[in-house]
């Protein structure tokens, strides 16, 4: 069945330095989620792309969806100990149910 | 406005037991979905309630319910409890299908089984 991979699963960066997450679908997508979830806390929404070749900006954070809309990415220029937590993409399956990948944890030493 | 509510907010329970969890979507959202999450399989679907009909499942047995109230109050019900049960469940709302709307998620229930 249709399968959301995300990598890496784990990144640790130093304070300044830049940060990104990849999420690969099996499928071509109709949109596709992100999610930060803080440690102990619950996913919380970032931002939903829905076009081909899109790419929105959040202050540090731009989001990509592929041509194909099969891939997307996340980045963040010049983590902050903030941005610590594990970043979600998610997309729907066939059933229309929202696949989550994995997950990569991010951590950020001061 | 108020976020997503779940109730309990920990739980602990022996194997061969039911469980109950509950949750309060914001107020206007008409769907509702249940996660189980897990450090070993991650955000894992359970399913999801739009209009007090289910509208998907996820790959779980059967022991696995729920059903939505028509104020859009939503229930999930594990029957038969296994150690493997033993997680962290998460309720989501949004205001349409969560296929394609943003979801917001309440604090989850901690769900141990001994």
């Known amino acids: 069945g249709q399968q959301v991979m995300q990598i890496p699963q784990y990144q640790h960066v130093q304070e300044g330095e830049d940060f990104t997450t990849y999420c690969n679908s099996s499928t071509t997508l109709s949109n596709i989620q992100w999610y930060k979830q803080r440690p102990g806390g619950h996913p919380v929404f970032l931002i939903q792309?829905?076009?081909?070749?899109e790419v929105k900006k959040q202050k540090r954070l731009t989001f990509q969806f592929g041509e194909a809309k099969k891939n997307s990415s996340l980045h963040i220029t010049a983590t902050q100990t903030t941005d610590v937590g594990t970043y979600f993409c998610a997309g729907p399956g066939n059933n229309n149910d929202m696949r989550f990948g994995a997950g990569t944890r991010l951590t950020v030493k001061p | 406005k108020a976020g997503v509510t779940q109730t309990p907010r920990y739980l602990i329970k022996t194997r061969g037991q039911q469980v109950t969890l509950s949750c309060s979507p914001i107020s206007g959202h008409r769907s509702v979905s249940w996660y189980q999450q897990t450090p070993g399989q991650g955000l894992q679907f359970l399913f999801e309630y739009f209009s007090e009909t289910q509208r998907n499942k996820g790959n779980f047995p059967g022991r696995f319910s729920g059903r939505q109230f028509s104020n859009s109050r939503s229930e999930m019900n594990v029957s038969t409890l296994e150690l493997g049960d033993s997680a962290l469940y998460l309720c989501a709302s949004s205001l349409g299908p969560s296929s394609y709307n943003e979801q917001f998620f309440g604090p989850g229930t901690r769900l141990t089984v001994l």
């Open positions: 792309l829905v076009k081909s070749g």
